[in-house]
């Protein structure tokens, strides 16, 4: 039987898994500029901000304004919260008067599922449960679902049955869900670089779940950031540099349904199956809300496709390590 878990718990192991560990600039000591630094939660995940200012009052002031829209946010996005909109439109199918923020992010959602051909999709939750529900049971079958499960299963996915404007959201077919979790982060992310800028801030690193850069680091310097299968790890296998940039990862051993590890959360939302093709899938993009998305929607892809993806997006780029250990950056 697969360990007993809750849906905020394997959650929050994905988001340690995707972690991507921070490596202080060699001239950090040197700064005269204190950066100020908050730690929490975004959405289950770990969240990080390094915020390089010059008045440290208002730095506090800047990081309080952040935690309460890291709150609002959840309040709209949380799968978690039965008092989420997120919550009610899943439970009832459809809501009227919708929060601005969930119509961009869904049209956000639009515009990657169609890119990735449905790779991405958030519809993907119904998929999600029946894994989830299959080996919480003590007689699960190692073998996974039954062909007719997974059928049903993935009758109710697919982005082309989610109609929305700024006055309704609904579902065109029953029992269907969203969940945000591969795409709401990034958003959450992008969201607060937009504050912070508008607040005058020219070098922060953000991190609610993905990381993005506000410029260099105070001493002129790119951010470090470190690519890991585990965050626990002390020891990154890759280390990039980045300057206004954002980067997200996927890694299939964040979490697996069975105790087998042979069901990884990494769903496919067209065949319904868990292809394992990577160990570590990081992208670097322009913004953290396509990081985020394309993550999770590369690590259904072959090499090839990817990069078939990338030849039309010369600013995205990709550094993955495959199942074989080999390391591969494409961009």
């Not at 945000?180 to 070098?203: E, H, K, P, W």
């Not at 990862?249 to 394992?276: A, M, N």
């Not at 990709?318 to 390391?327: K, Y």
Request: hydrophobic share 45%; charged share 20%.
């Amino acid at each position: 039987m697969a360990e007993t878990f809750t849906r905020r718990r394997a959650i929050c192991i994905l988001a340690a898994a995707a972690g991507l560990p921070l490596i202080p600039s060699a001239g950090l000591a040197a700064q005269t500029m204190e950066p100020v630094g908050w730690k929490g939660q975004a959405l289950g995940a770990p969240a990080t901000l390094i915020l390089n200012h010059d008045d440290p009052v208002l730095a506090r002031q800047l990081v309080n304004r952040v935690i309460a829209e890291v709150s609002r946010l959840e309040a709209i996005f949380s799968l978690y919260r039965s008092d989420s909109v997120l919550a009610e439109l899943n439970r009832f199918g459809a809501i009227a008067a919708p929060p601005s923020d969930m119509i961009m992010l869904l049209e956000r959602s639009r515009a990657i599922w169609e890119a990735s051909d449905g790779a991405f999709d958030p519809t993907i939750q119904p998929l999600w449960a029946l894994y989830a529900k299959h080996f919480s049971r003590a007689d699960a079958d190692p073998a996974g679902p039954k062909n007719d499960e997974l059928r049903t299963a993935l009758s109710r996915v697919g982005f082309d049955g989610v109609r929305f404007n700024r006055d309704r959201v609904a579902f065109a077919r029953s029992h269907m869900a969203l969940s945000f979790n591969g795409i709401a982060q990034g958003y959450i992310t992008d969201g607060i670089v937009q504050m912070l800028r508008d607040a005058g801030v020219t070098s922060s690193l953000v991190s609610m779940g993905e990381n993005r850069a506000i410029g260099a680091a105070s001493d002129g310097r790119p951010w470090r950031i470190g690519l890991a299968e585990m965050e626990a790890g002390e020891t990154p296998n890759t280390v990039i540099d980045i300057i206004d940039k954002a980067v997200s990862t996927s890694s299939s051993s964040g979490f697996h349904f069975d105790r087998s590890g042979r069901f990884g959360h990494i769903l496919d939302p067209i065949r319904g199956c868990v292809p394992e093709r990577y160990r570590r899938m990081s992208v670097i993009a322009p913004d953290a809300t396509t990081a985020d998305a394309l993550s999770t929607a590369f690590s259904l892809m072959e090499p090839a496709r990817i990069r078939h993806f990338l030849e039309a997006r010369p600013d995205i780029a990709v550094d993955m390590v495959a199942a074989s250990g080999e390391h591969v950056r494409i961009g």
